[in-house]
C-alpha cells in the first residue's frame, strides 16, 4: 500500500526535521514521516492505518487539541507541552492543523526543545561564521595590494644593498610570501568546491603519515568503518579542514601534556538518520578526531571558531574558521566537546548516494 500523500509531498516530508504525522477523520495513522519514525521509535509499517493511541499515550490531551484546532479553521500550537513516549518524557513544541483532504484530515507536528535549541546554536554559529568571513574577506583585500607592492620594494633593493643588509632584505620578502599565504587562504574560502569522488580514510592517512613525521611522540590510532562508501568532496579543501583540527590537536598535547602517553584517535563511521541544519539526512559520514589533552574551557568553546583567535603565541587564529567555512561548503557541520582528558572535534558530512 502507497503512502495517502502525493508523490512530490511524500519526498518535501520525507527531508524534514520535524517530525510529521498524517490522521483521518477517526484519528488512525496514515503517514509517519523518518523524523516522527525516530521520535516515537516506531515505524510506519508497524502503525499504518492504525490508532494514534498506538504511539502518543494521553490520548484525551490530543483530542482537547485537535477539538481546538477544528473550532478555529486553523493551527493550534501549543509551546514546550511534555509528552510521553514509552515511559520517557519529551519537551516538543507541538502543532495541530486541519486539512482537508480524501486521505487525511489531522497533520501532527512535533519539535522537539533539544533540536530547538540545536537549530537556535546552528543559526548562530552561521550568522557568526558569515559575518567573520566577510571580514577576513575585506581585511585580505585590503592588505593584499600594498602587500604586493611591498615585496616587489625589496626585491628592486636587494640589488642595490650592501651583504650586511641583504639579510634584512630576504626577512622582508619571506615575511611577505608568508602574509601573501596567508591573505590567499583568507580568500579561497569563498571559491566555489571543485566536487570529485574520495576516500576519507586516504584523505585521514594523508594527514596522519604527515604529522607523525613531525610529532614521533603522539600515538596515532585509527578507528576505521572501512564500508563507507567514496564521498563526493572537494579534496584540498576536507584535507586542510582535517589537518588544521588534527594539528591543532598535536600542539595542543606537546605543548601541556595532559597524561604519560599523547594520543590522537581518529574514528570513521556511517550514521542513519541524523538531523542538523534544519534538515532529516538519511545518510551521513561522522569523522571524530578525538584526544586526551587537558581539554578547552567551557567559556573558550564558542570562542574557537572565531578569526584570529588562537591560545597559542604563534598562532594565526585562522586555522579552526577555515575548518569550518570548508565544512560548511560541503553543506556539513562541526561539532566540539571537551572536557579533561578529552576532547572530541565531530564532523558530519552528507553522503549522497
Given at each position: 500500500?502507497s503512502?495517502?500523500?502525493?508523490?512530490?509531498e511524500?519526498?518535501e516530508?520525507?527531508?524534514?526535521a520535524?517530525?510529521?504525522v498524517?490522521?483521518?477523520?477517526?484519528l488512525n495513522i496514515?503517514?509517519?514521516?523518518p523524523s516522527?519514525?525516530?521520535?516515537?521509535?516506531?515505524?510506519l509499517k508497524?502503525?499504518?492505518?492504525?490508532q494514534?493511541?498506538?504511539?502518543?499515550e494521553?490520548?484525551?490531551?490530543?483530542?482537547?487539541r485537535?477539538?481546538?484546532?477544528?473550532?478555529?479553521s486553523?493551527?493550534y500550537?501549543?509551546?514546550e507541552?511534555?509528552?510521553?513516549?514509552?515511559?520517557v518524557?519529551k519537551?516538543v513544541?507541538?502543532?495541530?492543523?486541519?486539512y482537508?483532504d480524501?486521505?487525511?484530515?489531522?497533520i501532527?507536528e512535533f519539535?522537539e526543545?533539544?533540536?530547538?535549541?540545536?537549530?537556535?546554536k546552528?543559526?548562530r554559529?552561521i550568522?557568526?561564521q558569515?559575518?567573520?568571513?566577510?571580514l577576513l574577506r575585506?581585511l585580505?583585500?585590503?592588505?593584499?595590494?600594498?602587500?604586493?607592492g611591498?615585496?616587489?620594494?625589496?626585491?628592486?633593493l636587494?640589488?642595490?644593498?650592501?651583504?650586511?643588509?641583504?639579510?634584512?632584505i630576504?626577512?622582508?620578502?619571506?615575511?611577505s610570501e608568508?602574509?601573501?599565504?596567508?591573505m590567499d587562504?583568507l580568500?579561497?574560502?569563498?571559491?566555489?568546491p571543485?566536487f570529485?569522488?574520495?576516500?576519507?580514510?586516504?584523505?585521514?592517512e594523508k594527514?596522519r603519515?604527515?604529522?607523525?613525521?613531525?610529532?614521533?611522540?603522539i600515538?596515532?590510532?585509527?578507528?576505521?568503518?572501512?564500508?563507507i562508501?567514496?564521498?563526493s568532496?572537494?579534496y584540498e579543501?576536507?584535507?586542510?579542514?582535517?589537518?588544521n583540527?588534527?594539528?591543532?590537536?598535536?600542539?595542543a598535547l606537546?605543548?601541556s601534556?595532559?597524561e604519560e602517553?599523547?594520543k590522537?584517535?581518529f574514528?570513521?563511521?556511517?550514521?542513519?538518520?541524523?538531523?542538523f541544519h534544519?534538515?532529516?539526512?538519511?545518510?551521513?559520514l561522522n569523522?571524530s578526531?578525538i584526544d586526551n589533552?587537558h581539554?578547552?574551557p567551557?567559556?573558550?568553546?564558542e570562542e574557537?571558531?572565531f578569526?584570529?583567535v588562537s591560545?597559542?603565541?604563534?598562532g594565526?587564529?585562522?586555522?579552526?574558521p577555515?575548518?569550518?567555512?570548508f565544512?560548511?561548503?560541503?553543506n556539513?557541520?562541526?561539532d566540539?566537546?571537551?572536557r579533561p582528558g578529552?576532547t572530541?572535534?565531530?564532523?558530519?558530512?552528507?553522503?549522497q548516494?
Amino acid at each position: 500500500m502507497s503512502p495517502p500523500i502525493k508523490e512530490k509531498e511524500n519526498n518535501e516530508l520525507e527531508q524534514l526535521a520535524t517530525s510529521v504525522v498524517l490522521l483521518d477523520k477517526n484519528l488512525n495513522i496514515k503517514y509517519l514521516n523518518p523524523s516522527a519514525e525516530i521520535l516515537f521509535q516506531i515505524s510506519l509499517k508497524k502503525v499504518r492505518d492504525k490508532q494514534i493511541s498506538l504511539i502518543f499515550e494521553d490520548i484525551d490531551y490530543l483530542k482537547y487539541r485537535i477539538e481546538k484546532s477544528v473550532q478555529r479553521s486553523s493551527t493550534y500550537k501549543e509551546h514546550e507541552c511534555q509528552i510521553k513516549i514509552k515511559d520517557v518524557i519529551k519537551t516538543v513544541t507541538f502543532t495541530v492543523t486541519p486539512y482537508d483532504d480524501e486521505d487525511y484530515e489531522f497533520i501532527l507536528e512535533f519539535i522537539e526543545m533539544d533540536q530547538v535549541l540545536q537549530v537556535a546554536k546552528e543559526e548562530r554559529m552561521i550568522l557568526q561564521q558569515k559575518a567573520n568571513s566577510e571580514l577576513l574577506r575585506n581585511l585580505a583585500h585590503e592588505i593584499r595590494n600594498p602587500l604586493g607592492g611591498i615585496k616587489g620594494s625589496a626585491q628592486l633593493l636587494s640589488d642595490e644593498v650592501n651583504e650586511d643588509l641583504s639579510e634584512y632584505i630576504q626577512i622582508i620578502i619571506s615575511e611577505s610570501e608568508r602574509l601573501q599565504r596567508l591573505m590567499d587562504s583568507l580568500l579561497s574560502p569563498h571559491k566555489i568546491p571543485k566536487f570529485e569522488k574520495n576516500n576519507i580514510h586516504e584523505i585521514l592517512e594523508k594527514i596522519r603519515s604527515t604529522l607523525k613525521l613531525e610529532y614521533s611522540e603522539i600515538e596515532f590510532i585509527r578507528d576505521y568503518d572501512i564500508s563507507i562508501p567514496l564521498i563526493s568532496c572537494d579534496y584540498e579543501k576536507i584535507y586542510q579542514s582535517l589537518f588544521n583540527i588534527v594539528k591543532n590537536a598535536c600542539e595542543a598535547l606537546t605543548s601541556s601534556p595532559f597524561e604519560e602517553k599523547n594520543k590522537i584517535k581518529f574514528v570513521t563511521r556511517s550514521e542513519r538518520k541524523v538531523i542538523f541544519h534544519k534538515k532529516l539526512h538519511h545518510t551521513v559520514l561522522n569523522i571524530s578526531i578525538i584526544d586526551n589533552g587537558h581539554g578547552i574551557p567551557k567559556e573558550k568553546i564558542e570562542e574557537i571558531f572565531f578569526p584570529l583567535v588562537s591560545g597559542k603565541d604563534s598562532g594565526t587564529g585562522l586555522g579552526l574558521p577555515l575548518s569550518q567555512n570548508f565544512i560548511t561548503l560541503h553543506n556539513g557541520i562541526i561539532d566540539v566537546n571537551s572536557r579533561p582528558g578529552e576532547t572530541e572535534f565531530k564532523i558530519l558530512l552528507p553522503i549522497q548516494n
